[in-house]
T-cell receptor, first 116, second 109 residues
């Protein structure tokens, strides 16, 4: 497999459920990102990991909890979500850490999350 | 806060027509990236422009970075149905990328 792979592709959950989104990159990149994509809003950066350390957290509610066990894997743990959290969640990776911001980002195809 | 404004928000054209979409900001960026996102997929990088006034061509797509590095345009010649998608610009300036809301293009055969 090549590129950035996200699972599951679709997820429907109730507000009291706990679930996790998974992202895996096969590009040998050092940085990984979680974005939220909602209708009528720009892509919102949620979390950035560089060399497995979290370097940015854009004031994301604590009901979203990221985990980066190694440079190839990134998780987003979800609990007690709200209906407004329904969105497409995109994972991305880049060669260099975020300070080298000219680096292109390689995106997965996202997880479409619906909160009932 | 750096913001990128993209226009138009929506564009629907016939196959064979030409079009231009814009990406504007009041902030200066060291580089600007353009991505295309097709339905059900993640964004895919088309081009990165880094020098003020730079013009890059990718087949029928022409990208230009403004002299002041605050704006960019994407011109498509003889649009085809395969060009349909969401076009996103993203600016970089010593921080993680800042994305615009995108232009949603529909090319009708």
């Amino acid at each position: 497999e090549t590129g950035v792979t996200q699972t599951p592709r679709h997820l429907v959950m109730g507000m009291t459920n706990k679930k996790s989104l998974k992202c895996e990159q096969h590009l040998g990149h050092n940085a990984m990102y979680w974005y939220k994509q909602s209708a009528k809003k720009p892509l919102e950066l949620m979390f950035v990991y560089s060399l497995e350390e979290r370097v940015e957290n854009n004031s994301v509610p604590s009901r979203f909890s990221p985990e980066c066990p190694n440079s190839s894997h990134l998780f987003l743990h979800l609990h007690t979500l709200q209906p407004e959290d329904s969105a497409l969640y995109l994972c991305a990776s880049s060669q260099e850490p975020p300070s080298y911001s000219n680096q292109p980002q390689h995106f997965g195809d996202g997880t479409r999350l619906s909160i009932l | 806060t750096q913001l990128l404004e993209q226009s138009p928000q929506f564009l629907s054209i016939q196959e064979g027509e030409n079009l231009t979409v814009y990406c504007n900001s009041s902030s200066v960026f060291s580089s600007l990236q353009w991505y295309r996102q097709e339905p059900g997929e993640g964004p895919v990088l088309l081009v990165t422009v880094v020098t003020g006034g730079e013009v890059k061509k990718l087949k029928r797509l022409t990208f230009q970075f403004g002299d002041a590095r605050k704006d960019s345009s994407l011109h498509i010649t003889a649009a085809q149905p395969g060009d349909t998608g969401l076009y996103l610009c993203a600016g970089a300036e010593n921080t993680p990328l800042v994305f615009g809301k995108g232009t949603r293009l529909s090319v009708i055969a």
